[in-house]
């Protein structure tokens, strides 16, 4: 009896974890990339970070919902590139160029900015 116990409490944890799992929220990053959609450079830069995210656990289709977006290297599109991104309200925004960071922190005060690798 006590076997059948306790196979029916481990089934029963089983199958709260992986409900859990189905209920867990979908989040929402951005990135901006500031060159071109064409420049394989900033696509490895986007492809590092979702990997990075992957190694933490949130991956992509599962838990994880990336909106990657360029600027093209132009001032005017990375401010409306960095409009569009605020309006969708991700949790938080990677960039890799402080001029991209500037133009986000001046879409919004209250989503976290995050600026790696910034030379200019």
Same mark, same amino acid.
């Given at each position: 009896?006590?076997?059948?116990?306790?196979?029916?409490?481990?089934?029963? %944890?089983?199958?709260?974890?992986?409900?859990? /799992?189905?209920? =867990? /929220?979908? /989040?929402?990053?951005?990135?901006?990339? &500031?060159?071109?959609?064409?420049?394989?450079?900033?696509?490895?830069?986007?492809?590092?970070?979702?990997? %990075?995210? %992957? !190694?933490?656990?949130?991956?992509?289709?599962?838990? #994880?919902?990336?909106? #990657?977006?360029?600027?093209?290297?132009?001032? @005017?599109?990375?401010?409306?590139?960095?409009? !569009?991104?605020?309006? #969708?309200? &991700?949790?938080?925004?990677?960039?890799?160029?402080?001029?991209? @960071?500037?133009? #986000?922190? =001046?879409?919004?005060?209250?989503? &976290?900015?995050?600026?790696?690798?910034?030379?200019?």
């Amino acid at each position: 009896m006590k076997r059948r116990k306790f196979i029916t409490l481990l089934g029963g %944890a089983a199958g709260m974890a992986v409900a859990g /799992r189905a209920q =867990q /929220r979908m /989040r929402r990053i951005g990135i901006l990339m &500031p060159g071109s959609e064409n420049d394989a450079l900033w696509h490895m830069n986007a492809a590092v970070a979702r990997k %990075a995210l %992957a !190694e933490l656990g949130w991956n992509e289709g599962l838990n #994880l919902r990336v909106e #990657l977006r360029f600027g093209e290297g132009d001032a @005017g599109r990375i401010s409306d590139q960095a409009r !569009e991104l605020v309006r #969708l309200a &991700p949790e938080v925004i990677l960039t890799a160029s402080a001029a991209a @960071g500037r133009a #986000l922190k =001046q879409e919004t005060q209250t989503i &976290p900015v995050v600026v790696a690798g910034s030379g200019s």
